[in-house]
């Protein structure tokens, strides 16, 4: 079976077509950053309208590197949600009606669900079960993953999501958008041991994540410094470190409750350095395994929902008549593809 997958829940427009015998025959990526760096963050207005503009050159784009005519497409996935509505609706409308068109049937995908099983397009999946964090900018949740379709949130954020708190700490400091892979060259050039920020929940029971107060603790300690260059990098290691830190322990936490030896990390934030090098080394103590997807599937990709999509449809699952999209949607209501 071969799926061609569409990605556009944010601001980066994905197309991929993965072939169940053959793997991933080819995909690529459009990006939104030079577009959203001049606000800040994303105009979810304006990333609907650069979907619309992009999507179909994509489509162009991977077919001819995959070396496929539209009859050789089986079905088509795409993301359903969560995301914002309106650039959901662009990847909805154009799968369904590719579908429609090429009579061929279709499944709407969860995203998240396509970040937590990214890992599997790897020459090394992880095998069930397996604790998977997934953080990015709009996430930050630890699930416990028994098979697909069978997912139980642990512990999920009750603020910022930790990439939206990277984001948030970039602006304050000056360092433009997107906030991370800022923060991480920065952090590099700080001193650890200038400044300590808190580990927040650490000290409790628990496997929920709250990251509003380390951008506050940001901001306080930005006003009271010497708010030079130094300060800067000083104050991009101590938030780095603390969430990589938090992190870990939470990650530590579930591992041990549940018993499980295997964890998985996804989502943009996973291409940290710093949080992978600190997983690695916590895996490594509690005997247990870590997984990643590469570096160009942890942000949103549509490789992954071309694979996630495939796993539903060889299950049998159809999407109708119509489409739509759940710009919120729990990702414990999915359920149990049954085998045909």
């Known amino acids: 079976m071969r ?18 015998d053959r793997g991933l025959l080819a995909h690529t990526l459009y990006s939104q950053v030079e577009l959203h760096a001049d606000y800040g963050g994303v105009v979810p207005e304006l990333a609907s309208r650069d979907h619309v503009r992009k999507i179909v050159p994509l489509l162009d784009e991977v077919m001819a590197r995959a070396g496929l005519r539209r009859a050789e497409i089986d079905a088509v996935a795409y993301t359903e949600g969560p995301g914002l509505v309106g650039a959901l609706l662009v990847g909805a ?37 397996f604790i998977a964090l997934l953080v990015s900018g709009g996430h930050s949740m630890l699930v416990q993953v028994e098979g697909v379709g069978q997912y139980q ?7 910022d999501a930790v990439g939206e708190a990277f984001d948030k700490t970039a602006k304050l400091l000056d360092l433009g958008y997107p906030g991370g892979p800022a923060v991480q060259t920065l952090a590099a050039e700080g001193n650890p041991d ?5 580990r927040p929940m650490t000290d409790r029971p628990g496997l929920d994540f709250s990251f509003s107060g380390l951008k ?84 949103d990709n549509g490789a992954m929902i071309a694979y996630a999509g495939y796993l539903r449809l060889q299950a049998g699952e159809r999407g109708g008549e119509g489409f739509g999209a759940q710009p919120r949607w729990s990702l414990e209501t999915l359920q149990q593809p049954t085998p045909l």
């Open 3 to 20: 799926v061609l997958g569409i990605e556009t829940s944010c601001d980066e427009t994905g197309v991929a077509v993965y072939d169940s």
């Open 93 to 129: 409308a154009v799968g369904r009606t590719l579908a429609w068109s090429w009579g061929v049937p279709h499944v709407g995908v969860h995203h998240m669900e396509g970040h937590l099983l990214a890992p599997m397009l790897e020459d090394n999946p992880p095998a069930f079960p």
């Open 153 to 159: 949130i642990l512990g999920d954020t009750l603020d």
């Open 194 to 198: 200038k400044y300590k920020f808190p």
């Open 216 to 299: 506050t603790f940001a901001l306080n300690t930005w006003q009271t410094s010497a708010q030079d260059q130094q300060a800067k990098a000083d104050i991009a290691r101590a938030f780095q470190d603390a969430v990589v830190d938090t992190l870990a322990i939470k990650c530590r936490r579930a591992l041990r409750e549940n018993g499980v030896k295997r964890l998985v990390l996804a989502g943009g934030v996973s291409a940290n350095t710093a949080l992978r090098a600190r997983m690695q080394a916590l895996v490594k103590a509690e005997q247990a395994e870590v997984f990643y997807p590469r570096l160009e599937f942890c942000t």
